[in-house]
């Protein structure tokens, strides 16, 4: 090969190494001066967009305080009739629902032993009764006689102690009588109260026992709530504080006050029970479940609503708005109220005024550009 063959194809295979360099090292300039500028477009935030309802004000709330309150109804007035002797039923016709008034009879237990009980006392009774008219003749007699001399007082000392001992008798078979008879008339047994009756614990000619339970009547013009409360929760509640609840199955709304607390904690669960009395409702039934508010007065303090306070974080905070950033900042929630109908949270650590992001936002990370629109006061 020629000499100048040789150098010609060197310097053509230089040439193309040194375009296929160039070319490479362009395209990586190329390409770090596009990571360059996406790494730049990153850092150019676009700013959040809130609408009215996405911004709450910290503002001073007159906040309603309540403690959550619940248990089952209970009647004020209700009884059981029960056996007063022990025998067969006659007469029991009512049933559960029905309505029965105070002093009516409301079965009756067979009185056939009783009436003969009541004549064999009576009977009893008459004959120590002719044995004191006996023992009073022989005292009379006997006085004369000592009055004429006839025979020595102790005599008379011992018709006057016969004449004690018969009368004693009779005293006693006199009782006896009236035991009979108070049995005769326990066997008509009435109802105590006026009310409906709840539960029928027997059936007519069943044979009962002395204080058998037949019969439960509850009275359901007085019903009241018994609310168990924890110890510290008690100290709060006072005669007379109101309340709104809701029964079980029913959206109505019922009001209620505060009628009595025991003064006795319930051995065990140390729990303290609250009595609320209730207003008559046509609705309502003995052993429903119950459920509601109870007032406890209102405070006046910094607040927001309970959702715009987050959690997910060890300590509560809320996403402030400063400067058009969203900032968190750590809150104390010191209580919990009611105003124009919706849960506030009484905080410190925010001063007042301070916009935050309600709770619909969920969580917006610090440092995120928004555009705020104007605020909603405590919405």
Same mark, same amino acid.
């Given at each position: 090969?020629?000499?100048?063959?040789?150098?010609?194809?060197?310097?053509?295979?230089?040439?193309?190494?040194?375009?296929?360099?160039?070319?490479?090292?362009?395209?990586?300039?190329?390409?770090?001066?596009?990571?360059?500028?996406?790494?730049?477009?990153?850092?150019?935030?676009?700013?959040?967009?809130?609408?009215?309802?996405?911004?709450?004000?910290?503002?001073?709330?007159?906040?309603?305080?309540?403690?959550?309150?619940?248990?089952?109804?209970?009647?004020?007035?209700?009884?059981?009739?029960?056996?007063?002797?022990?025998?067969?039923?006659?007469?029991?016709?009512?049933?559960?629902?029905?309505?029965?008034?105070?002093?009516?009879?409301?079965?009756?237990?067979?009185?056939?032993? %009783?009436? @003969?009980?009541?004549?064999? *006392?009576?009977?009893?009774?008459? #004959? =120590?009764? $002719?044995?004191? &008219?006996? !023992?009073?003749?022989?005292?009379?007699?006997?006085?004369?006689?000592?009055?004429?001399?006839?025979?020595?007082?102790?005599?008379?000392?011992? %018709?006057? @102690?016969?004449?004690?001992? *018969?009368?004693?008798?009779?005293? #006693? =078979?006199? $009782?006896?009588? &009236?035991? !009979?008879?108070?049995?005769?008339?326990?066997?008509?047994?009435?109802?105590?109260?006026?009310?409906?009756?709840?539960?029928?614990?027997?059936?007519?000619?069943?044979?009962?026992?002395?204080?058998?339970?037949?019969?439960?009547?509850?009275?359901?013009?007085?019903?009241?709530?018994?609310?168990?409360?924890?110890?510290?929760?008690?100290?709060?509640?006072?005669?007379?504080?109101?309340?709104?609840?809701?029964?079980?199955?029913?959206?109505?709304?019922?009001?209620?006050?505060?009628?009595?607390?025991?003064?006795?904690?319930?051995?065990?669960?140390?729990?303290?029970?609250?009595?609320?009395?209730?207003?008559?409702?046509?609705?309502?039934?003995?052993?429903?479940?119950?459920?509601?508010?109870?007032?406890?007065?209102?405070?006046?303090?910094?607040?927001?609503?309970?959702?715009?306070?987050?959690?997910?974080?060890?300590?509560?905070?809320?996403?402030?708005?400063?400067?058009?950033?969203?900032?968190?900042?750590?809150?104390?929630?010191?209580?919990?109220?009611?105003?124009?109908?919706?849960?506030?949270?009484?905080?410190?650590?925010?001063?007042?005024?301070?916009?935050?992001?309600?709770?619909?936002?969920?969580?917006?990370?610090?440092?995120?550009?928004?555009?705020?629109?104007?605020?909603?006061?405590?919405?």
């Amino acid at each position: 090969m020629k000499p100048w063959i040789k150098w010609t194809a060197g310097a053509l295979a230089l040439a193309l190494v040194a375009t296929v360099s160039v070319r490479a090292l362009s395209a990586r300039k190329t390409q770090q001066q596009a990571l360059a500028s996406q790494q730049a477009a990153s850092k150019v935030q676009v700013a959040i967009e809130l609408g009215p309802q996405d911004v709450v004000l910290v503002q001073n709330l007159d906040l309603a305080q309540g403690l959550a309150i619940s248990g089952p109804l209970k009647a004020v007035n209700s009884a059981f009739v029960k056996a007063r002797v022990a025998g067969e039923l006659q007469g029991l016709t009512v049933r559960e629902g029905d309505v029965v008034k105070a002093g009516q009879v409301i079965v009756r237990v067979d009185s056939t032993e %009783s009436q @003969a009980r009541v004549r064999q *006392a009576q009977q009893q009774a008459e #004959a =120590a009764r $002719a044995q004191v &008219d006996i !023992a009073k003749r022989s005292f009379e007699n006997n006085r004369s006689l000592v009055e004429q001399g006839f025979i020595s007082t102790t005599a008379l000392e011992s %018709s006057a @102690a016969n004449l004690a001992a *018969a009368e004693a008798s009779y005293r #006693a =078979a006199q $009782a006896g009588a &009236d035991v !009979a008879s108070k049995s005769l008339e326990d066997t008509v047994l009435r109802a105590p109260i006026s009310g409906q009756v709840a539960q029928r614990l027997a059936q007519p000619g069943e044979r009962v026992a002395v204080d058998a339970r037949i019969i439960e009547i509850v009275d359901l013009s007085r019903l009241e709530l018994e609310a168990s409360l924890s110890a510290t929760d008690s100290l709060q509640v006072r005669v007379g504080q109101t309340a709104q609840l809701t029964v079980e199955g029913s959206a109505t709304t019922i009001a209620a006050k505060v009628s009595r607390v025991n003064p006795s904690a319930v051995a065990g669960s140390r729990a303290v029970l609250a009595y609320l009395a209730l207003e008559p409702h046509a609705s309502l039934r003995q052993g429903l479940f119950a459920q509601g508010q109870l007032n406890l007065g209102s405070t006046r303090a910094l607040g927001l609503p309970l959702s715009a306070v987050r959690t997910d974080k060890p300590q509560p905070y809320v996403q402030t708005v400063q400067a058009g950033v969203v900032q968190h900042q750590t809150v104390d929630v010191v209580a919990r109220g009611e105003a124009e109908g919706k849960t506030f949270a009484a905080i410190q650590g925010v001063p007042e005024g301070t916009q935050v992001l309600s709770g619909t936002l969920g969580p917006v990370r610090a440092g995120t550009a928004v555009k705020a629109a104007a605020a909603k006061g405590g919405n």
